[in-house]
T-cell receptor, first 115, second 113 residues
């Protein structure tokens, strides 16, 4: 499982409230990612990080922000949750920076429902 | 920008029948291609990478650059193969490549007894 844990695993919240999802890894990988998974859309990249305090936007970044103050933690924040952000969120790491092939290893997912 | 297309949302076959899950991509450079599998409500797991030319759980996939395809095949389906399957591409740049994978929309494979 590449030492990835996500929290919370399940959350129900109301429209307009802030939400933070946490991804924690134990293997010191540089590259970390947040994807969302929706029926009919597959997985879409929200944000990614290539090091501490180094982040960039993905395909569907509107309404989301991220922070990476430590190698092991990558936080995804919804400043004001909307119903369209109801989804399953997956964190992933890559071992590419350590000289491996470019596949991603995923966490178990965080299921978010915005009412 | 790169794109991955999985034309079948749902594929249903009988146990013991051959399976082929289609994946086509568009990318002007040299891609790195993968197949992932996701069993019900679990994390995505890497199934195959084209670089390794391996066979996992009886599945194989060959990269066809001429047809820009990376179809997943298995000669005899088993009930435990029922799952979501995603094809994914990494665009290989000279400068690094931290920007993740592009996924297709997935194919739900159902193996009927």
């Amino acid at each position: 499982d590449a030492g990835i844990t996500q929290s919370p695993r399940h959350k129900v919240t109301e429209t307009g409230t802030p939400v933070t999802l946490r991804c924690h890894q134990t293997e010191n990988h540089r590259y970390m990612y947040w994807y969302r998974q929706d029926p009919g859309h597959g997985l879409r990249l929200i944000h990614y990080s290539y090091g501490v305090k180094d982040t960039d936007k993905g395909e569907v970044s509107d309404g989301y922000s991220v922070s990476r103050s430590k190698t092991e933690d990558f936080l995804l924040t919804l400043e004001s949750a909307t119903s369209s952000q109801t989804s399953v969120y997956f964190c992933a790491i890559s071992r590419l920076a350590e000289g491996n092939t470019g596949e991603l290893f995923f966490g178990e997912g965080s299921r978010l429902t915005v009412l | 920008a790169q794109r991955v297309t999985q034309p079948e949302k749902l594929l249903s076959v009988f146990k013991g029948a051959p399976v082929e899950l289609k994946c086509n991509y568009s990318y002007s450079g040299s891609p790195e291609l993968f197949w992932y599998v996701q069993y019900s409500r679990q994390r995505l797991q890497l199934l195959l990478r084209h670089i390794s030319r391996e066979s996992i759980k009886g599945f194989t996939a060959d990269l066809n650059k001429g047809e820009t395809s990376f179809h997943l095949k298995k000669p005899f389906a088993q009930e435990e193969d029922s799952a979501m399957y995603y094809c994914a591409l990494r665009a290989r740049y000279s400068g690094g490549g931290a920007d993740g994978l592009t996924f297709g929309k997935g194919t739900h494979l159902i193996i009927q007894p």
